[in-house]
Each structure stands twice: as C-alpha cells, then as structure tokens.
C-alpha cells in the first residue's frame, strides 16, 4: 500500500480553493455547464437502452431475444471501448489548451452522432451492411463521449472551493447521469404516447435517436458564456512567467506519455475503484429498462414512470455520497458503498426479477438504481485528486473511461450467461456480488485522496 501512497504524492498539491478573483458566477456556470453537459451526453446515450429490445431486432435480428439483446449491448460497450481514445484526444487538448473548447466541440459531436442513428437503414433494408453502420456510428459517438468526460469531469471540480470538490462530483458523476435518464425517461413517455404499439417498432425508435440533436442546440447556449476552469488559466499563467519549472518539463511531454509512464501505478489502482462502481452503475439504473420491460414485462407508460422515480432517486444519493466524502475522506466512503452494495444490490436484484405486483417492482427498481448510482459517487474527485493541473483532464477521461468500458461491457456478459429472459435477475446478481467484492478490494488499496489536489 505504501508504494500506491507514494505515487498518489506525486499527483498530489497542497490543498486550496480556487484562485483569487474567481466569481460566485464563474463556479456556478461551470458547475451547471459540468452537469448538464453530462447529464445531456448520457441522455444521448440512454437513448439506446430505452430502444434496446426494437433495435436488436432491426439492426440484429434473431430468433432468440436474448441474443439480440445482448448484440445491442455489446454494441453499447463498443462505444464504451473507445471511450478512452476520445478522452486521450479531448483530454491531451483540454489540458494544454483549456477545457472549455475541448468540451464544446465533443459535446455537439455527441449529439448530431446520436441523431444520425434515426437516419439507418435497417437490416431488412440493406442487409448486414446496415448492422455494420451501426457498430461504426457507435464508434464515433464513442469518441466524442470520450472528450466530454475529459472535460466536464475536471472544469466543475477545478471552479468550487475544496470544501465542496466530493459534493461536486457526486452532482456530476451522479447527479448528472440521473438527470440524463430522467430526460430520456421523460422523451420515452411522450415517444410511446405519440408512437404506440408496433407504431414505436416502425418510426418510435427513430423519434427517440433524433431527440439527440436536442442536447447539441443545448450544449451552444450552456457553453456559451463559460469561463476557462480557473486552476487551469493559473497553471498557464505560471507557466508564462515560467515560475513553476517542476510542471513545466512534464508539460512538454505528452500528458498521455506521462500517464502511462510517471503515474502508471496510478492509473490501474484507480481501474478497481472506477470499474467496480462503472459495472455497480451500468448493471442497475443501465440494465433497468430492459428489466422491466423483458423481465417484469411491463407496459411502457408504467416503465416510465418508474424510471423516472428511479432517476430521482439517483440524482440525490451521489451527491449526498459525494458530500459524505467531503466530510469522512474518500476510502471510508468507497468501503460504505462497497460493503453496503455488495450485501443489497444481489438481493435487490433478485428481488426485481420475482416481484409481481407494480409497487412492489418500482421499490426494488428504485432502491436498486439509487444504491448503483451512490456506489461511483466520489469517484470523479478521487481521480481529479490523482492527478496534477497538467495531466488532469487526460489522467481523469482515461482511467473513468477505461473503468467504465470495463463495467459497461458486464450487461451483455449477463445477457450472454441467461439462456432465457427469466435467468437474468439470477445472473445480475451474481455478477454484481463479484463486482463489488472487487470494488472494496481496491477501497481496501487505494490511499485517501481528500486534499490532494
């Protein structure tokens, strides 16, 4: 543990809030930019999982549900896998020419990506080649994800003062992802109202991935009237009058370079840490809308409105798990979660997967994706705190990115185990024990970061 220790002391400065002569306006325009920013990307993304049962069968199409099912995942996660190159790209940007210009240009990227989806033809149309289409489309959505994370997960964090920095990150981390499938929620309501029944299988699905040029309008007016991350405008001042000669012959090599070199160690603790509650995530709130629809086979209006409570939910436990960081120290935090997640989240699951009756099923898929999202709460600052001002946004996207494409890719290994549709909750919570188990191993590892930035 001491040889974590030691390298997480090379990324560490001391601790202080924001430069002089940053505004209260300056902090709260980046904090709902860092947000909404996130919350609109996944939106983007929660597009496919709310679609996910009609897309297999145009774009995948099989005789067994199960299997296309888990196609679409897998096309999921190959978006997921790119995700760090997007962050090494945006992120190498982000910190040698500032974090506003590398999240605007991802964030619209992501958008019109998402939308371009609606345009496909489908497999009875074209033949494989439409499957093909698909998968490459997700590659570059991919990308652009990527660069939003490298640059909405530091510029919030590096705006507020230290006292609030966990609070902060569990408002975007969390925060930000239930927001982005509330808004999904709320798009999936009204698609299925104006689209029902085989209506949604033939123009619905389409409605739903053009929705996403929604979020690309709405990133131009957020960003707007952003200022550069005030921690990163001080680094480049420093640099100008060349005061800081520790940063500056690492800032001439590539912040990549330096991540895999110099904080090497760093990065793959922080992949036990980011994966288990990346997996923790995508396994709850992720996999829920295809719980209640294949599992619990609900109607959709119902389904809505239990996803929407569920995203309410997990908007609040981040930020008070993020907030509890504030206060006991990131590693307490983890091993809570951990520990809390490893005992509920398998029963919680197998409890969804037999619950009958509709009350019964929305207190398990709440609770359920309440406890998932809290388990990546104080991840965000934990990795910020990793890494200093130079190579943050690249060391922050890369090591969130990689975990998450780690966890996301568990979905359709969970789809893959269950030969039916009534094996899932039984697979679901197999996975998640291990998931955890592994989680708290890492808590168990890593050093406390609070202050470290």
Same mark, same amino acid.
């Given at each position: 543990m001491s040889n974590f220790s030691s390298s997480s002391s090379l990324a560490s400065s001391p601790k202080s809030d924001p430069p002089a002569g940053v505004s209260n306006s300056q902090m709260i325009k980046a904090s709902i930019a860092s947000v909404l920013g996130w919350s609109l990307d996944l939106f983007d993304l929660f597009i496919l999982l709310y679609v996910a049962p009609v897309v297999g069968?145009?774009?995948?199409?099989?005789?067994?549900?199960? &299997?296309?099912?888990?196609?679409?995942?897998?096309?999921?996660?190959?978006?997921?896998?790119?995700?760090?190159?997007? %962050?090494?790209?945006? +992120?190498?940007?982000?910190?040698?020419? +500032?974090?506003?210009?590398?999240?605007?240009?991802?964030?619209? +990227?992501?958008?019109?990506?998402?939308?371009?989806?609606?345009?496909?033809?489908?497999v009875d149309q074209i033949g494989i080649t439409a499957s093909i289409i698909f998968l490459v489309l997700r590659i570059v959505q991919g990308v652009f994800v990527g660069g939003v994370v490298a640059s909405t997960h530091t510029i919030g964090t590096e705006s507020v003062p230290a006292k609030w920095r966990g609070t902060m990150s569990g408002l975007i981390g969390g925060g930000g992802a239930g927001l982005g499938a509330l808004f999904a929620s709320i798009v999936y309501l009204i698609v299925t109202q104006l689209f029902p029944g085989e209506a949604f299988?033939?123009?619905?699905?389409?409605? =739903? *991935?053009?929705?996403?040029?929604?979020?690309?309008? =709405?990133?131009?007016?957020?960003?707007?009237?952003?200022?550069?991350?005030? &921690?990163? /405008?001080?680094? /480049?001042?420093?640099?100008?009058?060349?005061? $800081?000669?520790?940063?500056?012959?690492?800032?001439?090599?590539?912040?990549?370079?330096?991540? *895999? $070199?110099?904080?090497?160690?760093?990065? *793959?603790?922080? #992949? =036990?840490?980011?994966? +288990?509650?990346?997996?923790?995530?995508? &396994?709850?709130?992720?996999?829920?809308?295809?719980? #209640?629809?294949?599992?619990? /086979?609900? !109607?959709? $209006? $119902? @389904?809505?409105?239990?996803? =929407?409570? @569920? %995203?309410?939910? @997990?908007?609040?436990?981040?930020?008070?798990?993020?907030?509890?960081?504030?206060?006991?120290?990131?590693?307490?935090?983890?091993?809570?979660?951990?520990?809390? !997640?490893?005992?509920? &989240?398998?029963?919680?699951?197998?409890?969804l997967g037999h619950a009958t009756s509709i009350s019964a099923i929305a207190f398990y898929a709440i609770v359920f994706s309440g406890l998932g999202n809290a388990g990546y709460a104080p991840v965000m600052i934990f990795l910020n705190e990793r890494f200093p001002t130079a190579i943050r946004s690249s060391g922050t996207g890369i090591s969130w990115n990689t975990g998450f494409a780690l966890g996301g890719i568990m979905p359709t290994f969970v789809s893959l185990v269950s030969s039916v549709t009534g094996g899932i909750p039984v697979a679901l919570a197999c996975f998640l024990a291990v998931i955890y188990l592994i989680f708290i191993i890492g808590s168990i590892i890593i050093p406390e970061t609070k202050g470290n930035f």
């Amino acid at each position: 543990m001491s040889n974590f220790s030691s390298s997480s002391s090379l990324a560490s400065s001391p601790k202080s809030d924001p430069p002089a002569g940053v505004s209260n306006s300056q902090m709260i325009k980046a904090s709902i930019a860092s947000v909404l920013g996130w919350s609109l990307d996944l939106f983007d993304l929660f597009i496919l999982l709310y679609v996910a049962p009609v897309v297999g069968q145009v774009f995948f199409p099989s005789h067994v549900p199960v &299997l296309s099912l888990a196609a679409v995942y897998a096309s999921f996660a190959v978006t997921l896998i790119v995700r760090p190159l997007g %962050s090494a790209i945006f +992120g190498a940007y982000a910190d040698k020419h +500032g974090r506003k210009g590398a999240m605007t240009v991802a964030f619209i +990227g992501v958008g019109l990506a998402s939308a371009s989806f609606g345009l496909l033809p489908t497999v009875d149309q074209i033949g494989i080649t439409a499957s093909i289409i698909f998968l490459v489309l997700r590659i570059v959505q991919g990308v652009f994800v990527g660069g939003v994370v490298a640059s909405t997960h530091t510029i919030g964090t590096e705006s507020v003062p230290a006292k609030w920095r966990g609070t902060m990150s569990g408002l975007i981390g969390g925060g930000g992802a239930g927001l982005g499938a509330l808004f999904a929620s709320i798009v999936y309501l009204i698609v299925t109202q104006l689209f029902p029944g085989e209506a949604f299988n033939g123009w619905g699905w389409r409605v =739903m *991935f053009f929705s996403g040029i929604l979020s690309s309008v =709405m990133g131009i007016f957020v960003f707007k009237s952003l200022e550069e991350s005030p &921690l990163w /405008k001080q680094l /480049k001042k420093e640099k100008e009058t060349k005061k $800081t000669a520790q940063i500056q012959p690492e800032n001439e090599k590539s912040p990549v370079k330096i991540i *895999f $070199t110099k904080y090497r160690s760093v990065f *793959f603790v922080n #992949l =036990m840490i980011v994966f +288990g509650g990346g997996a923790g995530y995508y &396994l709850t709130s992720g996999y829920l809308p295809t719980l #209640l629809k294949m599992v619990n /086979k609900i !109607n959709p $209006t $119902t @389904a809505s409105f239990i996803l =929407m409570g @569920a %995203s309410v939910v @997990a908007i609040i436990t981040p930020i008070a798990l993020g907030y509890l960081s504030d206060q006991i120290g990131r590693k307490k935090t983890f091993l809570i979660i951990g520990v809390i !997640n490893l005992i509920a &989240l398998p029963l919680l699951g197998l409890g969804l997967g037999h619950a009958t009756s509709i009350s019964a099923i929305a207190f398990y898929a709440i609770v359920f994706s309440g406890l998932g999202n809290a388990g990546y709460a104080p991840v965000m600052i934990f990795l910020n705190e990793r890494f200093p001002t130079a190579i943050r946004s690249s060391g922050t996207g890369i090591s969130w990115n990689t975990g998450f494409a780690l966890g996301g890719i568990m979905p359709t290994f969970v789809s893959l185990v269950s030969s039916v549709t009534g094996g899932i909750p039984v697979a679901l919570a197999c996975f998640l024990a291990v998931i955890y188990l592994i989680f708290i191993i890492g808590s168990i590892i890593i050093p406390e970061t609070k202050g470290n930035f």
